[in-house]
């Protein structure tokens, strides 16, 4: 039998191999397979659910003073009064409907206000004349809550007006009652925040309203020294009360205690209730940047960074009442000065329609830039200028308010939140509709509301989250069919929120399959 010669020297090759003959290694070949198709299907990964409610305030101030916004009209009948009524319940089903969540409503004037009150008179503006035949702030106040809108009792503290007011006031007037406390400048009378007893008075009012009404909050205005205040006649004042501090640092302190005083009588027995102030558009003067000395610092004495310190202010809403390098610097430096207090703020509607002639672009551009700078809404001045459509900023409005928010949230220190809410239960009723029911966590000792949340799988798994309500105060809701359409399967979560928008954390979810 023949043997091939390729065979041979295969042979010898081998040996050589074996025996480690020869100085040189050959390393052996690797061989690399040709890859496969995965044929194991993986699951999309599914994202961690974050909460899809945008916290934001949008806010009005609704006068009532000389019945700017309401009412238009007094009313001495009772046909008369049901016409003044309804002429508020359409203004606040506008806002509804244009997603406005929160009211400033003034409910004191100069010295009067607008509710039967053992402190103060009660103002002649609904009437013409003496008392309503019924309680305008109750009235508001309830059909505010009906429309889940806010109702922030909006006072002016220091002005108390001219002569001629304070005489129609009679003898309750507190100018009349306690005339030491006040101080006659520019030919109008002013509450001076410099006597104790002035301070105390101021606050005795606020806690007459916490107690007798459930507002939301308290809003200051004018919660200041007046226009020209360099000539505010207080001096004797001053030497009286002031001790080694400086004129300045004094009213500064003398409005940071009046802050103190108001926050105190406001949520002593009303916790949930909300302090705020409308202040100076601009918190101080700028390096370099045009605009004067009119700020809430330098100007009237407003020190907003001490009352965030001292705990006594729970949000501002300054009034921006300018365009252009009056504008956006300032509001930058509200933001760089007070980073973690939430700032709403407010915007002149009114220049758009008086002498001022700005275009309505200026108002869109402003809401932009404070959500872009993440600021906690906005708020305009006033409720009869955003209520026509010849101006534009209906549309406006319209426009960015399009999607559903959900309160701003208040955090104060030392605060607590909410418990974790307990997984809801899912079932399916007989006539097909789905009803989510919850218990209140065990050991939750505030009032809390509860939100709820829909996550949507469809039949490609893209997931879709959704706000399905807030506000929720029973144990028990049914989804509705729109909200559900198109998924396959659906996971719900719960939350607990307390009376100052505070959420606490979401419940586990439960799932269920649709069918």
Known sequence: MRISRSIVSLTVLFTLLITGCGTKKIAPRVIVLPSKEDTVATAPPVKPWVSPAKEEMRGVWLTTIYGLDWPQRAANTAEAIRRQKDELCRILDRLQREKFNTVFFQVRHRGDVIYPSAIEPQSTVFTGTGRPDYDPLDFALKECHKRGLAFHAWLVVTPLGPDRHIRSLGSKSVKNQHPEWCVRHNNLWYLNPGVPEARKYFASIVSEIVNKYPVDGIHLDYMRYPEKAKSFADAATHKRFGGSMS????????????????HQAATEKTPWVSVSVATLGRLRQLAGVRGGNWTAYEGVYQDPVVW????TVDFLV?????????FYPFLEDWKAQLP???????????????????????IADQIDSARSLGFAGVCFFREEQI???????PQIIRERFAEDVVPMPVHRKGSVLPKTAEAPRLTRRPDGQIEVRWNKTAGETSAVHYRLFVRKFDSADKIEDKLAADGIDEGTYILSHALIKGAKRIEVRLQAVDRLHVAGPASAPTSMEIR
């Open 340 to 362: 973690t207090l939430p700032i709403v703020p407010g915007l002149a509607t009114y220049r758009v329609v008086d002498n001022s002639n700005w275009p309505p672009k200026v």
């Open 247 to 262: 004129l300045e640092t004094w009213r500064r302190r003398n409005l940071s205690d009046l802050m103190a005083d108001v």
């Open 308 to 311: 965030a310190r001292e705990g």
């Open 318 to 326: 300054p009034m921006m009442y300018y365009r252009d390098d009056l």
């Open 387 to 393: 209520r026509h459509e010849s101006n534009g900023l």
